[in-house]
């Protein structure tokens, strides 16, 4: 198993260009996550995914569109690239083992390092 | 106050020895607990679940303390190997797939 995939790996934009960040999961979860990692901060949620055709926004949502058309698949947008989206995002997926208020563990990709100019 | 607080470190520590990482958190995140570890330009991995009577796995042993809203990380017998960062997470009270990620704690060992 691949596990979860990220592409690309790096990409340097310029301001108000646009980009699709692509993730894919070969171990059936149902739950998949975007993130982005700054320097001294902790990770943070951009969206998340519940299922098959659902999204719901995260803690910096702003400036990001999102999709899961697919289980397996979970698409980042950004419309319009500004320099304060230059970050490391990181796709994570994790398993809904029905247990309220358990903290699924998260499995990672390896992340997408972008540039905007 | 940050939902989930560490020290950045770094931790600069000779091979051998004892480390100690500490996390305290707040009532947003206090569920579940966990220390992921995350090498230098890598992904976070799990590194161990924390478990309220204490658990230990090898050289890792994990602590969490309700009353004090703390958690803490001991790494025995250092090793190179185990440089990285370390970072503490708690999951969401209303939540049992959203994460909380505290900012991590850099470890270096040196030989």
């Known amino acids: 198993n691949a596990g979860v995939t990220q592409t690309p790996k790096f990409r340097v934009l310029k301001t108000g260009q646009s980009m699709t960040l692509l993730c894919a999961q070969d171990m059936n979860h149902e739950y998949m996550y975007w993130y982005r990692q700054d320097p001294g901060m902790g990770l943070r949620l951009i969206h998340y995914s519940v299922g098959e055709g659902t999204t719901a926004k995260g803690e910096v949502p702003d400036g990001y569109n999102v999709s899961r058309l697919k289980k397996q698949n979970f698409l980042l947008g950004l419309e319009s690239a500004a320099p304060s989206q230059t970050s490391v995002y990181f796709c994570?997926?994790?398993?809904?083992?029905?247990?309220?208020?358990?903290?699924?563990?998260?499995?990672f990709g390896p992340g997408t390092r972008l540039l905007v100019l | 106050r940050k939902e989930v607080e560490q020290d950045p470190g770094p931790l600069n520590v000779p091979e051998g020895a004892t480390v100690a990482f500490n996390c305290t958190y707040s009532?947003?995140?206090?569920?579940?607990f966990f220390w992921y570890r995350q090498d230098c330009r890598k992904e976070p991995k799990l590194l161990m679940s924390v478990y309220s009577s204490g658990n230990e796995d090898g050289r890792f042993t994990a602590q969490l303390n309700r009353a004090s809203q703390y958690i803490s990380l001991l790494i025995r017998d250092s090793k190179l190997s185990d440089s990285a960062t370390y970072l503490c997470?708690?999951?969401?009270?209303?939540?049992?797939?959203?994460?909380?990620w505290g900012a991590g704690t850099k470890l270096i060992i040196k030989p």
């Open positions: 997470v708690g999951s969401r009270m209303d939540s049992n797939y959203q994460l909380i």
């Open positions: 994570a997926s994790s398993y809904n083992s029905g247990r309220p208020n358990s903290g699924e563990t998260q499995y």
């Open positions: 009532n947003s995140a206090s569920q579940s």
